[in-house]
Every structure is written in C-alpha cells, then in structure tokens.
C-alpha cells in the first residue's frame, strides 16, 4: 500500500505565491512519475503538472511559466511551487504517483486564490 500526504495549501491574494507538497511512503516498487491534479467546485480533475522519474515535466497550458513541479527522488518527494497565483487557480490539489500499472492518490489539499 502507499500513500500520499500533500501540504501547503492555503488562502492566498492574486498574485501571491504557495509551495505543495508531497511525501510518498509505503511499498513503492517504482515510480514512474508523480504529479499534481486539480479538482475546482463543480469541474472534472484536470492535470496541473507531472515529472517523471528522469526529471521529464509536462505542465497544464493554463500554468506555464507561473508553476514548477520538482521532486526529490531520493526521499519520494515532489513539489509545486506556484506564482502569480490566480483566482481561476482555486481548486483542490491532489498528488499522484504512477508505478507500473497502479496509480495512487492523496487526500487532497485545498488551495483558495482571493481576488
């Protein structure tokens, strides 16, 4: 079993900035990447940004050049520094992590953009 514990969220005025993270513990085998999720009121759980294993990053249009996601391999760690934060950021953030063939998710924290 794995689980996933994020941290960081908060309320936050446009334009400010918040740093999630997420420690992964258990029986990990392997991982092939680990990411962050959001779910607003009322909406589907959208991809905010992943990074595999080697370091590869893939982010939502709607974040580019205003998130970054990183992680520490060795401590199963990964983190989503955010900046320039907007209203239409307000959501849930979820953690994930893919090994082959299973995906894990945490609870969620919840990330609240005043404008």
């Known amino acids: 079993q794995v689980q996933l514990v994020e941290s960081g969220g908060g309320l936050v005025q446009a334009g400010g900035s918040l740093r999630l993270s997420c420690t992964a513990s258990g029986s990990i085998l392997s991982i092939n990447a680990m990411g962050w999720y959001r779910q607003a009121p009322g909406k589907q759980r959208d991809l905010v940004a992943t990074i595999s294993s080697g370091g590869s990053t893939n982010y939502a249009d709607s974040v580019k050049g205003r998130f970054t996601i990183s992680n520490d391999n060795a401590k199963n760690l990964v983190y989503l520094q955010m900046n320039s934060l907007k209203p239409e950021d307000t959501a849930i953030y979820y953690c994930?992590?893919?090994?082959?063939?299973?995906?894990?998710w945490g609870q969620g924290t919840r990330v609240t953009v005043s404008s």
């Open positions: 994930n992590l893919e090994s082959p063939g299973l995906a894990f």
